[in-house]
């Protein structure tokens, strides 16, 4: 599956930001959708995770009560709406897939999309 993220820019603290992440196959419904996000020089972490029928979702604590995953299998997508941004939520964000049973393991997803830059500002 090919995975396509948009929606990335720079906002001030306490803002909100949306982010969408657009996939190619038609077997969507088969995947479990993550995003995960890397700072500079730090490592990638988990940010949210979603299962194949959109009924559990799963979230770091740094970002539970203020991320919200979601998806829509007939259109092909997987969203992530941001809200009450922090500086620390500074990060590349990627749109993840995997077939294994959600996790919040980053290593555990096997397709990723190019990265959107979110920058939000003191």
């Known amino acids: 599956v090919q995975l396509q993220a948009s929606g990335g820019g720079l906002v001030q603290a306490g803002g909100s930001l949306r982010l969408s992440c657009a996939a190619s196959?038609?077997?969507?419904?088969?995947?479990?959708m993550g995003w995960l996000r890397q700072a500079p020089g730090k490592e990638r972490e988990f940010v949210a995770a979603?299962?194949?029928?959109?009924?559990?979702?799963y979230y770091a604590d740094s970002v539970k009560g203020r991320f919200t995953i979601s998806r829509d299998n007939a259109k092909n997508t997987a969203d992530l709406q941001m809200n009450g941004l922090k500086p620390e939520d500074t990060a590349v964000y990627y749109c993840?897939?995997?077939?294994?049973?959600?996790?919040?393991?980053?290593?555990?997803?096997?397709?990723w999309g190019q990265g959107t830059q979110v920058t939000v500002s003191s």
């Open positions: 993840v897939a995997t077939k294994r049973l959600p996790t919040k393991a980053s290593a555990q997803y096997d397709y």
């Open positions: 979603i299962n194949t029928s959109g009924e559990f979702t």
């Open positions: 196959r038609r077997t969507f419904s088969t995947y479990v």
